[in-house]
């Protein structure tokens, strides 16, 4: 029987604790570093180029420049992920080219997509960069092999198919202090 009551006693502490508790969610980021973790990228920045997945992002002989970002949560109505220069200076919002392979880039100008009422785009959900289809939230990212050692570039899939020494990724925000 006592422990019967201490049974008791401990679901309404959690039911209690439960009715009471109230759910954050979890917010966008400014000033953020998107990285990308794969199979031979662990923890590599986003560099600017199209978008690099860059061993260290500020190497020049591969004509790359460090970006910050600022990124919406997948609660928020804007699904635009902006990149700034380390300068300070505005590059642009991201975007996937399906003309040129479907890379993963930055327009200069802000560019929403809409598609039967619903804005498409990227956004963070926790801390994973992900994509707005007016269906699913999707994270195909790819890396796709270039000419540079160490450097990688961000592509999007259709499907699960990726030629040799390609391989997925997944993009994650952190940000910076």
Known sequence: MHLKSLLSL????????????????????TNATLSAYGTNSTNWPIAYG??????????????????????ASITGECWIANAT??????AGSMYIMPENEYAVGVLPITRIAYLNGTVSGFALFAS????????FLE???WAKSTSF????GLTWTLDDSAP??????????????
């Open 50 to 71: 199209l978008l690099y997945i860059a061993e260290y992002p500020s190497n020049s002989n591969a004509n790359l420049t460090p970006l910050t970002w600022d990124l």
């Open 85 to 90: 220069f380390v300068n300070g200076t505005r």
């Open 164 to 177: 040799s020494g390609d391989f997925p990724v997944v993009v994650k925000a952190t940000e910076n202090s």
């Open 139 to 141: 994270a195909q990212f």
């Open 10 to 29: 401990l679901f309404l502490q959690i039911g209690f604790g439960l009715a009471f508790h109230q759910h954050i969610k979890r917010g966008g980021e």
């Open 128 to 135: 994973q960069l992900v994509y707005n289809n007016n269906t």
């Open 149 to 152: 050692t160490g450097v990688y």
